[in-house]
């Protein structure tokens, strides 16, 4: 690595994070103006509206809009260097647009990196409490409590039903278990409650009270009692209730393993899932694309200096953003794969920025 690839680098990271501390700063002083009343008259603690809200608030929004501030930093300093000559004297030095744009891509590649890092594992685990503090002091908006007549396959031939499920208490009423084989049923089980357990270390243990099973062998049938029972069952309370943004709270793995678990029994539709989850892949690769594009576009010398560069760049980042809300609108109630809604921004703006690189000055 060069010094011009450490000057550049450099220049790029710093105005980088100085345009997500200026820009973040001041949506949060307009967000709170916004709520103020809310937060009044919901009587919302001010530690809970520092510590649970805007701490998590920050980076959600941070991450969300890092495209944006990619494109606006690229251009705000690669302006400079043009307006002060810099890349006529680098060009003429010999060093080719090619091999200038190698420190853009090292900085791009340190952003995508943190960018999947926050939102496969950072982001979700905060995003858990500021929506519970959305839901209670913002918006409030009350989380589903308690699901009726749920039926959900839970192993492959294993049917379970739950009349009515409590998720306060974590208590299913009337529930059963039939098991099929060769679709035929060999085994029955009902309960007056099941009880998820919350602090045991084994996930999806049960248990379960007023037990009778009864098992099904050709013309036999042999029924046994028992007051109690513990039991492994693949399902969880949140199978169950599904909560608002429940996507947004789920890390990379968590999520996979829900969308996995929610198509083998045949669940409706996942496709709301489906693309936060391919979508964590495709945002980081924004950076690439948005550095091409930004530095095609103002690395030639303008009179009117970086106006033009800068409405032309944040026109393109903000129709980025909002493509990539289309695109999940129409995986979600259209029909549109989710890998597809999830990747086609980054399709359309590849176009752009090889375009925008081949008509930039050699």
């Known amino acids: 690595m060069k ?10 990271l710093g105005t980088y994070f100085f345009s997500i501390v200026l820009i973040i700063s001041i949506g949060v002083v307009f967000d709170y103006n916004e709520n103020i009343d809310r937060f009044t008259e919901s009587q919302a603690p001010w530690k809970a509206i520092i510590m649970q809200y805007y701490l998590n608030f920050i980076p959600y929004y941070a991450n969300l809009f890092s495209a944006l501030f990619v494109f606006i930093s690229v251009i ?18 010999g060093i080719s647009r090619r ?4 420190p853009y891509m090292i900085s791009a590649a340190i952003i995508a990196g ?20 959305e839901n209670t002091y913002k918006k409030r908006v009350k989380n589903p409590t308690y699901a009726e007549k749920v039926q959900l ?3 492959t031939g294993v049917i379970a039903y739950m009349e009515h499920f409590d998720g306060m208490s974590k208590t299913g009423m009337h529930f059963s278990l039939d098991k ?4 035929k049923l ?6 007056n409650t099941a009880i998820y357990d919350t602090l045991s270390d084994v996930r999806y243990q049960w248990h379960l009270r007023d037990v009778t099973i009864r098992e099904l062998r050709g013309m036999r049938e042999k029924i046994t009692n028992y007051n109690q029972i513990d039991s ?3 399902m969880e309370p949140r199978d169950f209730l599904f909560i608002r943004n429940q996507q947004e709270t789920m890390t990379n793995a968590e999520l996979k393993d829900y969308i996995e678990k929610q198509r083998n029994r045949g669940s409706g539709n996942l496709s709301i899932f489906e693309v936060e989850y391919y979508k964590r892949f495709a945002s980081p690769f924004a950076a690439f694309i948005l550095s091409t594009i930004g530095m095609s576009l103002s690395s030639r010398k303008r009179k009117g200096g970086m106006g033009f560069s800068l409405g032309i760049g944040i026109a393109l980042s903000a129709t980025y953003i909002l493509l990539q809300g289309i695109s999940a609108t129409f995986s979600t109630n259209a029909g549109m794969h989710p890998a597809l809604a999830a990747w086609m921004p980054n399709i359309l703006y590849s176009l752009i920025a090889i375009y925008l690189y081949r008509k930039a000055p050699q």
Do not use: C, W
């Open 99 to 102: 091999r200038l744009l190698m």
């Open 114 to 133: 943190m960018t999947f890092y926050l939102g496969a594992e950072v982001i979700p685990r905060s995003s858990v409490k500021r929506l519970a503090f």
């Open 3 to 12: 010094r011009i690839d450490r000057y550049i680098i450099a220049k790029f």
């Open 76 to 93: 705000f300093f690669t302006t400079k260097l043009a307006d002060r000559s810099e890349i006529i004297a680098m060009i003429s030095a």
């Open 153 to 155: 396959q839970v192993d």
């Open 180 to 183: 099929f084989e060769n679709k």
């Open 232 to 234: 492994i069952i693949r």
């Open 186 to 191: 060999v085994s029955h089980l009902s309960a």
